[in-house]
Antibody
Framework: EVQLLESGGDLVQPGGSLRLSCAASGFTFSSSGMSWVRQAPGKGLEWVSGISGSGTTTYYADSVKGRFTISRDNSKKTLYLQMNSLRAEDTAVYYC???????????????WGQGILVTVSS | EIVLTQSPGTLSLSPGERATLSCRASQSVSSSYLSWYQQKPGQAPRLLIY???SRATGIPDRFSGSGSGTDFTLTINRLEPEDFAVYYCQQYGSSPLTFGGGTKVEIK
């Protein structure tokens, strides 16, 4: 059974940093591109970042480029999102999502974790 | 960046009726890399349709997708009570991947 479990969400002050983790199980982690998608309270979905199965190719939304860094540790079957210079508008539920193939582009997000809340406020 | 515009914003229908949801892209979506997701309150999104018209594993055949280029449609035949939810389209052919704003299907 595919499982994705996000952790690391918290209340953080503007300008602060946070690292999210997503522990994967039930599938060959290194064969799946992965993404982070967020949803601000009462709003729609926003794709944040993606990484190929090998970790060599990464993609970012313009809204987070230069502030967020996606990475993965295939030996630990874990996906990460390092978030720096956080802003109030980064407040959202963050989902990790599994692609159906090793790439990010050209691959739908076939399974999602339950999400973790990040709140940026003073 | 490809902008996806979904319409209508809200669809009010009764169980048993057909729902037709639209997703229009600001530029052509390569290779029909267009998917549809369903999200219920407090839950994660669930993949319904990928490649514009292929149903994901376990999705009932009352859900169907169509379209190409810039115009895509999700059709739900004979709405069941569990189908009332918010639906999002997404293009995954070019970076950044983008989502539409969503269509809420509510009980009339």
């Amino acid at each position: 059974e595919v499982q994705l479990l996000e952790s690391g969400g918290d209340l953080v002050q503007p300008g602060g940093s946070l690292r999210l983790s997503c522990a994967a199980s039930g599938f060959t982690f290194s064969s799946s591109g992965m993404s982070w998608v967020r949803q601000a309270p009462g709003k729609g979905l926003e794709w944040v970042s993606g990484i190929s199965g090998s970790g060599t190719t990464t993609y970012y939304a313009d809204s987070v480029k230069g502030r967020f860094t996606i990475s993965r540790d295939n030996s630990k079957k874990t996906l990460y999102l390092q978030m720096n210079s956080l802003r109030a508008e980064d407040t959202a539920v963050y989902y990790c999502a599994k692609g159906s193939q090793i790439m990010v582009r050209g691959v739908p997000l076939e399974f999602w974790g339950q999400g973790i809340l990040v709140t940026v406020s003073s | 960046e490809i902008v996806l515009t979904q319409s209508p914003g809200t669809l009010s229908l009764s169980p048993g009726e057909r729902a037709t949801l639209s997703c229009r892209a600001s530029q052509s979506v390569s290779s029909s890399y267009l998917s549809w997701y369903q999200q219920k309150p407090g839950q994660a999104p669930r993949l319904l349709i990928y490649g514009a018209s292929s149903r994901a594993t376990g999705i009932p055949d009352r859900f169907s997708g169509s379209g190409s280029g810039t115009d895509f449609t999700l059709t739900i035949n004979r709405l069941e009570p569990e189908d009332f939810a918010v639906y999002y389209c997404q293009q995954y052919g070019s970076s950044p991947l983008t989502f539409g704003g969503g269509t809420k299907v509510e009980i009339k």
